[in-house]
């Protein structure tokens, strides 16, 4: 079983190791993995139930936060509310500042 472990960490460091001379001559690249995080994020919406574990707050802050900004970017479907991951996170980088 240890072996197993072995093998697999030595695949993985491989990949990693592999994917940072791909990109040495262009330090600045991303790597594709990390794009392709990125765009799927873009796109992704949370439940209203689900946005306060996304701020960090409580439940009950998350609500009230809500109420006091109406112009939080949001999308209602079928009668439930979700929040474009993307546009609620410049939304609090906006107000926080």
Known sequence: MDLLFLAIGIAVAG???????RNFQNPGATSYSL????????HELIKESDVHSFMGVSKKDAKALLQEYPDVP????NQEV???KKKL???????GE
Do not use: M, N, Q, V
């Not at 990949?15 to 001379?21: A, S």
């Not at 996170?89 to 107000?95: A, F, G, N, T, V």
């Open 89 to 95: 996170r410049e939304w609090l980088e906006k107000i």
């Open 82 to 84: 979700y929040y474009p």
């Open 74 to 77: 949001h999308i209602t479907l």
């Open 35 to 42: 794009e392709k995080l990125f765009e799927e994020e873009e």
């Open 15 to 21: 990949y990693f190791i592999g994917d940072g001379l």
